[in-house]
């Protein structure tokens, strides 16, 4: 019976394990793609800046026009490296945490099945005690022997379970530690190209010429045009950064119009990208796999 107590001890411990994973993991998920929903949001927002600076350049005067211009397409310029890190994000941290659930599911059902095989062996012990107590010594022959056999049986799937929970451990903790690295490589890939663009539009602003618009203007309030000789602008076509901005800002209008449309769906999705609530599990709130984004 020590035996049997022994290995009741070391499947609670099994159960405990894949229960923190369920839970901790199935939060991780949660809130990695809430937080990718977010940065999304964050990106169209973004995007309604980016068109809204050019509809305001395109009222003003060259010098500040020029310079909205450029400071429009460096913003857009971001949204794009942004875009790259929701897709990014949805592709190698949260889809990959969502497949857990499948996982936990599997070795659980793995640890339900060494319980029965147990309690089937307690029953056999259970009853041989009654034999040797009450019956003839043939009886208690046949009673060792059954036991003999679902203590080999309940050893057998033991030692099955135990291999199972420590591959499961091994690739829980590899696994950890590559949602994360890849979360802080998609990071630090995004602030990096993000700065450098922000370092350029910072540099477009620097170098306004606030005092030539201002002569310009001076010169229009007067009744006076061509007094002085503006620098026509190189190119007054919007940049790829600056359509696909825009573009961007179209879909998610659409997408707000169609939400407001319809009344089964009263809540708009934020930008092209609408990533998943994990839905709860048991003991935790792990994404199943068949539930979609």
Request: proline share 3%; hydrophobic share 35%; net charge positive.
């Amino acid at each position: 019976m020590n035996i049997v107590f022994s290995r009741d001890s070391q499947v609670r411990g099994m159960d405990n394990t894949m229960a923190n994973a369920e839970k901790y993991f199935g939060q991780f998920c949660s809130l990695l793609a809430a937080y990718t929903r977010k940065t999304a949001r964050l990106r169209d927002k973004a995007d309604q800046l980016v068109k809204q600076l050019i509809d305001f350049a395109n009222s003003e005067n060259p010098e500040l026009r020029a310079t909205m211009r450029g400071f429009a397409e460096d913003l857009a310029k971001v949204q794009d490296y942004r875009q790259a890190q929701v897709e990014r994000l949805e592709t190698k941290v949260v889809n990959p945490l969502k497949l857990y659930g499948a996982q936990i599911k599997q070795t659980r059902a793995e640890i339900k099945k060494f319980k029965r095989v147990q309690s089937h062996e307690i029953k056999q012990l259970e009853k041989l005690e009654k034999l040797r107590q009450k019956s003839p010594w043939d009886r208690q022959m046949i009673a060792e022997t059954r036991v003999q056999r679902a203590a080999m049986d309940s050893s057998r799937t033991t030692l099955q379970l135990e291999e199972t929970v420590d591959a499961f451990q091994r690739q829980k903790l590899k696994d950890l530690q590559t949602f994360f690295s890849n979360f802080v490589t998609i990071e630090m890939v995004f602030h990096a190209k993000a700065l450098e663009v922000y370092s350029s539009a910072f540099q477009t602003l620097e170098k306004y010429d606030l005092e030539r618009d201002l002569q310009d203007f001076r010169a229009k309030m007067q009744g006076v045009y061509g007094h002085y000789d503006t620098q026509p602008l190189a190119n007054t076509n919007p940049s790829p950064s600056v359509l696909q901005s825009l573009a961007r800002q179209g879909t998610l209008q659409v997408q707000l119009c169609r939400a407001n449309e319809d009344p089964e769906h009263p809540h708009a999705n934020h930008g092209r990208f609408s990533l998943p609530h994990c839905v709860c599990g048991q003991g935790g709130y792990l994404m199943l796999p068949g539930h979609s984004l």
